[in-house]
């Protein structure tokens, strides 16, 4: 799952060394949280107009979850 988040982000933005993702640990529901770091710059990219393409990151990393039956956030930072 990480390593989707990551060529997402990777493929977004201007500066693909810069694009990391830290995990939290599973809370009380069993959700494990992404965290999505990129550049200053680039944060635009990731997020996209009205949230759009940070709304599909989402979906897709949902989508992904689901056929291993986990659930995941993911949180732009």
Do not use: C, F, W
Request: charged share 30%; glycine share 6%; net charge negative.
């Amino acid at each position: 799952m990480k390593e989707l988040l990551t060529a997402i982000a990777r493929g977004l933005v201007e500066d693909p060394d810069a694009v990391s993702v830290t995990v939290d640990e599973p809370d009380e529901e069993g959700a494990v949280v992404y965290h999505l770091h990129v550049a200053e710059n680039d944060m635009g990219r990731v997020i996209g107009k009205q949230g759009r393409i940070a709304k599909a990151i989402r979906v897709v990393m949902r989508a992904a979850a689901t056929r291993t039956n986990d659930k995941v956030s993911v949180e732009i930072d």
